[in-house]
């Protein structure tokens, strides 16, 4: 079921598993991040990024939370998008930082499964300041 890569996705950062994250991509998944680069071509692509990210967290934890998640399929073709809150944790469970973001997802069905075929992360600028909203 497509909700699973949701949890899946959860569970894979909380634990910082960077194998259980990529393997919800299609090996030839374009993803255009928020962070850094305009776009990662293929999972390949985007590896290091995502070990730098697990990497740059030491004792911390994230939490992922998925609001608003609409999902449209037909066949084996389908959209996903959410609002998607991000929370780092320090070991002793104190709130270090947020941030939320505007998350949409291509899906496509295959012999093993759903998986992420594209991704595109987004937050609103603010105009007058050019500044990146990131608590919605």
């Known amino acids: 079921m497509i909700?699973?890569?949701f949890e899946r996705y959860a569970r894979a950062v909380r634990a910082?598993?960077?194998?259980s994250f990529l393997a919800l991509y299609a090996d030839e998944a374009r993803v255009f991040d928020l962070w850094d680069r305009w776009s990662y071509d293929g999972v390949a692509a985007r590896r290091r990024s995502i070990e730098?990210?697990?990497?740059?967290?030491?004792?911390e934890t994230v939490e992922v939370r998925f609001d608003e998640v609409r999902i449209?399929?037909?066949g084996d073709i389908a959209v996903a998008h959410a609002f998607t809150s991000f929370t780092?944790?320090?070991s002793d469970g104190t709130a270090l930082r947020s941030m939320q973001n505007r998350l949409?997802?291509?899906?496509?069905?295959?012999?093993?499964?759903?998986?992420?075929i594209h991704e595109h992360t987004s937050a609103p600028l603010i105009g007058e300041t050019m500044e990146v909203?990131?608590?919605r």
């Open 3 to 5: 909700e699973t890569l």
């Open 16 to 19: 910082k598993d960077a194998a």
């Open 52 to 59: 730098d990210w697990f990497g740059s967290l030491g004792d």
């Open 72 to 74: 449209t399929s037909n």
């Open 88 to 90: 780092a944790y320090a």
């Open 104 to 116: 949409s997802w291509g899906l496509q069905r295959r012999d093993d499964g759903w998986r992420i």
């Open 133 to 135: 909203q990131l608590v």
